[in-house]
Nanobody
């Protein structure tokens, strides 16, 4: 089993930045791919970004491309999401996910192996 714990959420003004962290523990050899999803109030959960084990492959949702950057530190079993130029529409609960296989936008979320509890990000206008 793998446990994922997110941190770094909070309240920020539009145009500001936040960095989210997701620390994995347990059977971390299963966290080949890691990524972030978000769910805004009244909306379905959506893909944000993902990264491969080596960090050499990343995918981003069009809505966050050029503003968000995903990175990972395998020595710390942690994946990060640097969010810049935040907009009110980025307000959501951000959740971390991990899987043995790389995933992107097209992969059904229900097929991913592990999920964190989420961290709230609120962007004020």
């Amino acid at each position: 089993q793998v446990q994922l714990v997110e941190s770094g959420g909070g309240l920020v003004q539009a145009g500001g930045s936040l960095r989210l962290s997701c620390a994995a523990s347990g059977r971390t050899s299963s966290t080949i791919a890691m990524g972030w999803f978000r769910q805004a109030p009244g909306k379905e959960r959506e893909f944000v970004a993902s990264i491969s084990w080596t960090g050499g492959t990343t995918h981003y949702a069009d809505s966050v491309k050029d503003r968000f950057t995903i990175a990972r530190d395998n020595a710390k079993n942690t994946v990060y999401l640097q969010m810049n130029s935040l907009k009110p529409e980025d307000t959501a609960v951000y959740s971390c996910a991990a899987d043995r296989l790389f995933f992107g936008l097209a992969r059904p979320q229900s097929s991913l192996d592990y999920w964190g509890q989420g961290t709230q990000v609120t962007v004020s206008s």
